[in-house]
C-alpha cells in the first residue's frame, strides 16, 4: 500500500508554505492589489490595525518618486517667490546671451565640427522591471557620454575612483574592471546623463554621487534590472526607487532653501524581480526607511553591514531569498518595526539586538535553520506577529509575554520547543492564531485558550497530557482551522462539532479517539480538508450523508473501521487527497470522473467492496494524479489502457484483487512511474514492476 505519511504527520499538500495565517497571501495580494481572502488571519490587517505605516499590503509595492510638496509657503507669498524667481532667469538669460553673441558662442558651427561630436548615452528604455529569471552575464557598462574619450576622461574617472574608494566598504573590487563597482564608477564618469562632478565636495554633490554609485553597483550586480529605466535621468525615478526627506538630507538643509539638497532614498522596492547579487556599497544608502527585495534568488552571506548603517530602517523585506550565515554581526536600529527574513538559510542563535528593538510589531523568521534557546522576550512587546516556526530552537519558552496585550499571531511550531506553553500568554487577549505544532510541550492544554477569540488553533504532535478534546474548543465559533493530530486525545468527537460553522481545516489524527463521525460534521459546509487518520483507537459506523461538503480538498479516513457504503462525493471536484483505505467500506467506488486535481486516491484494503472494474475515466485530464492504490478492494478485469495518459502517475498498486492480463506497455512508458505493484497473474515488464503478490487461496 502506497505511504499516507504526506499528509498525516502535518499539513497536508500543496508544499508547505507560511504557517496560517497565511502572511505570504497579504504580500501576494498587495502586488497584485488583490484583496486577500478571509479564510485565516492576515498579517496585513494585524499591523493596519495599529494605526501605523503599514508595508505589509498596498504600500508595500515598487513605486517611483514621491514628491513633497512644500506646505510652508501659500498663497500671496508663494505668488511672489515665483515672480522673484522670473526675474532673476530673465536677468541671467541676458548676460549670457549678450556674452555669447560678443565672443561668437552662438556661431553656427562648420559640417565637420558637427559630426565629431559624440552621441548621447542609450541607456535601456523597456517600461518596467521584468519578473523572469535573469540570464547570466552582467550588464554593459555605457561607455558613451558628454566627454567621451582622451586624456579628460581618464581623469574624471581617476577622480571618481579615488573619492569613491575612500568611502566604498570595498574599495579593492576597483582593482577589477569588471566588477560592478569598476563598472558603476565607469558610468558616473563616461555615461551618467547628470554628469556629476567628482571635484565638488559639497554635501549635496557628495550625496548625489554616493547615492547613484551605489545603486549603479546595484544595477551591474543583476542583468534582470538591464531593462528597466535605472541609469536614466535622476534616480528618484528609477522603478523600485523613492526619495524623500533622509536623514542625510535633513542633517544638511537646516536653514537651507529646500532646492538646495537633493531628495535622498529612501525607499528601495524590488521585490520578485530576479534580483540575484547586493553589492556591499548598497551600504552607502544610509536613509532607507523601507528596504524589500523579498522573493528574489539572492545568494550568500546575509549583508550585515549595510542593514547596520540603515539608521531610519522601518521595513526590511528579504523573505523568499538563499541568504545563509548568522545575523551576529548585525546591529539592528532601533527603527525598525516590521522584520521577515522568512524562508533562507539563516541559522545560529538570534543576536542580542534583535531583543532590544522596542518598536517592533512584526519578527517573521520562519523556515530558516536558526537555532539555540528563545532569550526574554520582555522588551519586545510592541509585537503584533510573533512567527519562529520551522526552525531549529530549543528549550523552553520563557515565560515573558505579561505585556503583549497587542499580540495577535503566536507561531512557533516545528522547532523543538519543550516545558509547557507559557502561562502568561494568557494576557495576550487579542490572540487570533496560536500554533505550537510539531514540538515537545507538556502538561495540560492551557485553558486560557478557552478565552480567546481565535482563528487558528494548532496544538498537534506534542506530549500533551491524555485527555479528551476540551469542552472550550467546541465554543471556538470563529475557528477556521483546528488541528490536534497526535496530541494524546481520547474520547468521542462531540456532535458540537457542528457549530464550528467556519471551519475550513480539521486534523484530529492520530489520537485514540472512539466512537463515530458524528452527523453534526455536514454542517461545516465551509469545511475544505477533514483528516481523521486512526492513531491507537479507530471511529467506527458509518460516515454520514457528507455530499454538501463540496469545498472538499482533502478526505482522510485511513485506518478506521468505517462501514457501509462511500457517501456521494461527486460535487467535491476541487478534491486533491481522498483516502478511504483501511476501512470495510461495501458497495462500489465514488465517482472520481470531476475530480481532475486529483493528486492521490487511496481506496486500498477495502476487501468487502462491490465487485467492478477499475475506474476507466481516469485519463490525461488528471494531469496532477500521482497515486492510485486499489490494492484489495474487489477490482476485476483489465488495467484501463488510459492509465498511459495520466501524465505524472508515480504509483499504481493493483495488487490482491481480480485484475487479469498484462500491464500496458504503455503505461510502462510513463517517465515518472517508480511502483508498479500486482498479482503474479497479471504479466508486467516495466521497469517499476515490483515483486508479485501470490493470489490468496
Known amino acids: 500500500m502506497a505511504d499516507h505519511d504526506e499528509y498525516s504527520d502535518g499539513p497536508p499538500p500543496p508544499p508547505p508554505t507560511h504557517d496560517p495565517p497565511t502572511y505570504e497571501a497579504a504580500r501576494d495580494a498587495a502586488m497584485s492589489e488583490e484583496q486577500p481572502d478571509d479564510q485565516s488571519v492576515e498579517i496585513s490587517d494585524v499591523l493596519k490595525e495599529r494605526g501605523g505605516e503599514d508595508y505589509s499590503n498596498n504600500n508595500r509595492k515598487s513605486s517611483s518618486r514621491e514628491h513633497e510638496e512644500d506646505e510652508d509657503i501659500e498663497g500671496p ?25 560678443g565672443t561668437g558662442a552662438f556661431k553656427k558651427s562648420s559640417p565637420k565640427a558637427a559630426s565629431s561630436a559624440p552621441p548621447p548615452p542609450g541607456p535601456p528604455t523597456a517600461p518596467a522591471v521584468p519578473t523572469a529569471s535573469p540570464g547570466t552575464s552582467s550588464p554593459v557598462a555605457p561607455t558613451g557620454g558628454s566627454d567621451t574619450g582622451g586624456e579628460g576622461d581618464g581623469l574624471k574617472e581617476a577622480a571618481f575612483q579615488s573619492y569613491i574608494g575612500g568611502v566604498s566598504t570595498n574599495p579593492s573590487a576597483f582593482d577589477d574592471p569588471e566588477t560592478p563597482e569598476a563598472m558603476a564608477v565607469s558610468w558616473l564618469a563616461n555615461g551618467d546623463p547628470l554628469q556629476l562632478d567628482p571635484e565638488d565636495s559639497s554635501p549635496a554633490n557628495m550625496l548625489k554621487i554616493n547615492q547613484r554609485y551605489s545603486l549603479a553597483s546595484l544595477y551591474y550586480s543583476n542583468p534582470s534590472l538591464e531593462e528597466s529605466n535605472w541609469l536614466e535621468g535622476d534616480e528618484c525615478t528609477w522603478q523600485g526607487i523613492t526619495c524623500g526627506d ?37 551600504a552607502m544608502l544610509t536613509s532607507i526607511t523601507v528596504l524589500d527585495l523579498g522573493k528574489n534568488m539572492i545568494g550568500g552571506p546575509f549583508p550585515a553591514s549595510a542593514i547596520s548603517s540603515m539608521v531610519d530602517l522601518q521595513f526590511m523585506f528579504l523573505e523568499d531569498n538563499d541568504f545563509t550565515g548568522t545575523l551576529d554581526d548585525v546591529v539592528f536600529p ?42 526574554d522576550v520582555s522588551n519586545l512587546s510592541n509585537l503584533l506577529v510573533f512567527i519562529i516556526s520551522n526552525n531549529g530552537f530549543t528549550g523552553e519558552i520563557p515565560d515573558s509575554f505579561e505585556d ?57 504532535n506534542n506530549d500533551f497530557d491524555e485527555g479528551p478534546i476540551p469542552d472550550f474548543v467546541y465554543d471556538m465559533v470563529n475557528l477556521r482551522e483546528l488541528k490536534m493530530h497526535a496530541s494524546s486525545r481520547t474520547g468521542v468527537i462531540s456532535g458540537n462539532i457542528g457549530d464550528l460553522t467556519k471551519l475550513k481545516k480539521l486534523d484530529l489524527s492520530q489520537n485514540a479517539l472512539t466512537g463515530g463521525l458524528p452527523e453534526d460534521i455536514t454542517n461545516c459546509e465551509s469545511l475544505e480538508q477533514l483528516i481523521l487518520t486512526a492513531g491507537d483507537a479507530q471511529l467506527l459506523g458509518e460516515v454520514p450523508d457528507i455530499s ?46 470531476g475530480m481532475t486535481g486529483l493528486t492521490s486516491v487511496f481506496l486500498s484494503y477495502n476487501p468487502n467492496m462491490d465487485e467492478g472494474a477499475l475506474p476507466g475515466y481516469l485519463d490525461e485530464d488528471f494531469t496532477a494524479l500521482k497515486v492510485l492504490d486499489f490494492a484489495q478492494s474487489s477490482r476485476t478485469g483489465d488495467i484501463p489502457a488510459s492509465y498511459a495518459d495520466i501524465p505524472i502517475l508515480t504509483v499504481l498498486d493493483v495488487k490482491l484483487n481480480d485484475v487479469q492480463g498484462d500491464v500496458p506497455s504503455e503505461v510502462c512508458e510513463i517517465p515518472t512511474l517508480e511502483v508498479v505493484s500486482t498479482d503474479c497473474s497479471v504479466g508486467c515488464d516495466c521497469d517499476a514492476c515490483t515483486e508479485c503478490t501470490e493470489e490468496e487461496e
Open 77 to 101: 507669498n508663494r505668488t511672489l517667490l515665483y515672480a522673484a524667481c522670473i526675474l532673476i532667469l530673465l536677468v541671467i538669460l541676458a548676460v549670457v546671451l549678450g556674452v555669447g553673441f
Open 246 to 282: 533622509g536623514v542625510e538630507r535633513r542633517r544638511n538643509l537646516r536653514n537651507l532653501a529646500e532646492d538646495v539638497y537633493p531628495m535622498t532614498v529612501t525607499k528601495l522596492m524590488l521585490p520578485m524581480s530576479g534580483i540575484e547579487g547586493l553589492p556591499a556599497d548598497l
Open 334 to 375: 532601533e527603527s525598525l518595526i516590521q522584520l521577515d527574513v522568512s524562508f533562507n538559510e539563516l541559522s545560529g542563535e538570534l543576536p542580542d539586538s534583535l531583543y532590544e528593538l522596542s518598536s517592533l510589531e512584526a519578527l517573521v523568521i520562519n523556515d530558516n535553520d536558526f537555532s539555540g534557546e528563545i532569550d
Open 404 to 460: 503583549f496585550q497587542d499580540l495577535r499571531l503566536w507561531v512557533v511550531s516545528n522547532n523543538e520547543f519543550e516545558g509547557e506553553i507559557p502561562a502568561s500568554l494568557e494576557n495576550a487577549e487579542l490572540l487570533e492564531s496560536f500554533a505550537c505544532e510539531g514540538n515537545s510541550f507538556e502538561g495540560a492544554i492551557p485553558e486560557y485558550l478557552g478565552n480567546l477569540d481565535l482563528v487558528v488553533l494548532h496544538l498537534g
Open 548 to 593: 454538501g461538503l463540496e469545498n472538499m480538498t482533502v478526505l482522510a479516513l485511513p485506518f478506521n473501521g468505517f462501514t457501509g457504503e462511500i457517501p456521494d462525493l461527486s460535487a467535491m471536484t476541487g478534491l486533491e487527497i481522498l483516502d478511504l483505505g483501511t476501512n470495510d467500506f461495501t458497495g462500489d467506488y465514488p465517482d472520481m470522473s
